[in-house]
């Protein structure tokens, strides 16, 4: 045994603990049950995108992941997914979304994109909403903002009605957004129940300046985080966190999106990056987004190593694949700037998260109108 100061989850008194180098098998076992004693979170991801970031460790790691569609093309992969998962989860909570990304709003701005979704709403009394919400970058470019506004406001509409949460990208549209949700209690009776019950506002980066009015003007309004790799964006999730109070403090991974740079790079020759691929099938939807349909292989186990592999959607033309796991540069980058240790802002958002994901949050009819 190797006695050192665990660098991630301990930070106020020595372990004794195996290193991987002494006991690569003891390591494992102590790291997973540390993993486990922290109740990690991964409060937004599109695992459904990834199929080699979800297995058996992934799972024992983790209390809650939530999975979030961007289109109908992927809503039933999403269901899949969860409906695979949840009966063996053993603790750990896959928390589905479905919903229209900005990105995809001008080809699903239509009724029967809205009726299958309330359908599916009214089947799954777990399921929630997103991704959902505005991009104005994108809006300028495609010349569908009007459209992504009319979008976002329906689903939210569908969100109240159904009391669930959402998960809302938000890319220079602050403003917008509270706009949205003014508009949302303007068309309704006093008292009636139409916003969503909690918010999450996705890999936030707006900024300190708007905190306080998400706070005021957003019921039960939650700020999650992912990892930040340019020093002006570090700084500007310093000062957003000296706003945000503890208990609205999520964190995630964007899986397999938004690799933090701290992840070694494996080399696009290297015969792993091959070894664990599954047969993917892709095909191209209506509304422009992209369909993934997985064929599970049973030699698609994880073997315990810590080399990063390559999916078939995230490479190895360069690029490398984000998951889960990776949740730890998050929780070390937001603890050194609120000054506590990783696993103490694991336990934060881990109560966090066990409030806005609780089962009795949803319901699997429509809430009555005319009450609160």
Request: aromatic share 8%; glycine share 6%.
């Amino acid at each position: 045994m190797n006695c050192q100061r665990h660098p991630w989850f301990v930070s106020t008194f020595d372990f004794c603990f195996p290193t991987e180098q002494t006991s690569p098998n003891g390591y494992a076992s102590f790291r997973a049950t540390m993993l486990r004693a922290v109740k990690l979170v991964d409060a937004h991801t599109h695992l459904h995108m990834c199929p080699l970031a979800v297995q058996a460790a992934t799972v024992e790691s983790f209390s809650h992941l939530a999975v979030c569609a961007t289109s109908p093309g992927d809503w039933e992969t999403v269901l899949e997914l969860a409906e695979a998962r949840n009966p063996q989860q053993q603790g750990c909570k896959i928390v589905p979304y479905l919903g229209v990304h900005p990105w995809w709003a001008k080809h699903n701005s239509t009724e029967r994109t809205l009726a299958d979704l309330r359908r599916l709403l009214e089947q799954h009394p777990r399921l929630q909403v997103g991704e959902i919400g505005l991009d104005k970058i994108h809006g300028k470019r495609r010349k569908d903002f009007p459209a992504q506004k009319e979008l976002f406001r329906k689903q939210l509409l569908l969100a109240g009605e159904f009391s669930r949460g959402v998960q809302v990208h938000c890319v220079q549209s602050g403003g917008g957004i509270v706009e949205e949700y003014d508009a949302v209690v303007a068309s309704g009776s006093p008292g009636a129940q139409l916003l969503p019950v909690y918010t999450i506002l996705h890999s936030y980066i707006l900024g300190p300046d708007l905190v306080p009015l998400f706070l005021q003007k957003i019921p039960n309004v939650y700020f999650s985080f992912a990892y930040h790799n340019k020093p002006e964006a570090v700084e500007r999730l310093r000062a957003t966190l000296r706003k945000v109070p503890l208990d609205r403090i999520l964190v995630e991974t964007d899986s397999p999106a938004q690799t933090p740079d701290v992840v070694p790079v494996v080399s696009a020759e290297d015969d792993k990056t091959l070894e664990f691929c599954e047969e993917v099938v892709t095909s191209t939807e209506n509304d422009g987004s992209s369909r993934f349909q997985f064929v599970t292989k049973t030699a698609l186990q994880p073997d315990g190593s810590t080399v990063l592999h390559f999916c078939p959607c995230c490479g190895p033309s360069g690029r490398r694949d984000n998951k889960p796991e990776n949740i730890r540069f998050v929780l070390e980058q937001v603890g050194s700037i609120l000054e506590k240790s990783a696993a103490e802002v694991a336990e934060i958002v881990a109560r966090n998260a066990e409030r806005i994901f609780s089962d009795d949050l949803s319901t699997s009819s429509p809430v009555d109108r005319g009450k609160t």
